[in-house]
């Protein structure tokens, strides 16, 4: 089923069709226990009484207004979205503005140059001999330990 398009409508005419509506409903006296249209009380009313006929009238102009306001209010709650994601863009720009400067700085540059290199391969790095390097008590201790090893299985004290 497709939907008629809405149009706007003539001022002149909404305020024809308020001024029926408002009409339609003035000549009633006893309005004190108006039943809502479509309620079981409504539905209990005689098909001739009043009080049917305007409680049909006030809903359908209830209907009708807001129908007439309908193309402004979601102009309205559209410009609002339209702030509301302007401002979490603008935010979410300015977190990524700060990491990026962070990621700029030269502190950054060392932390980012560390980290280019797994953990072993740092370690690997720092255990590799490089040209003047002082051996270091390694070589002799190794040898002290290996001798220690052998007197203990020809069976000398150690």
Not at 24 to 35: K, L, Q, S, Y
Not at 46 to 68: F, G, M, N, S, Y
Not at 119 to 136: L, S, V
Request: charged letters at 30%.
């Amino acid at each position: 089923m497709k939907l008629p398009r809405w149009t706007p409508v003539d001022p002149a005419t909404i305020t024809a069709r308020r001024a029926w509506a408002k009409a339609m409903v003035a000549h009633i006296t006893h309005r004190t226990a108006d039943p809502a249209y479509g309620s079981p009380r409504w539905a209990a009313l005689a098909d001739d009484d009043p009080r049917k006929l305007a409680a049909a009238v006030i809903a359908a102009e209830c209907w009708a207004t807001d129908t007439d306001d309908l193309p402004d209010r979601v102009r309205r709650d559209l410009a609002d979205l339209h702030q509301v994601d302007e401002h979490h863009w603008a935010e979410r720009f300015d977190h990524a503005r700060k990491i990026a400067q962070a990621a700029a700085s030269p502190a950054a540059f060392t932390l980012r140059a560390h980290y280019a290199h797994t953990q072993a391969e740092r370690i690997a790095d720092a255990r590799r001999h490089r040209p003047g390097d002082y051996p270091g008590q390694h070589l002799n201790r190794s040898r002290h330990i290996n001798q220690h090893t052998d007197a203990v299985q020809d069976g000398e004290a150690a």
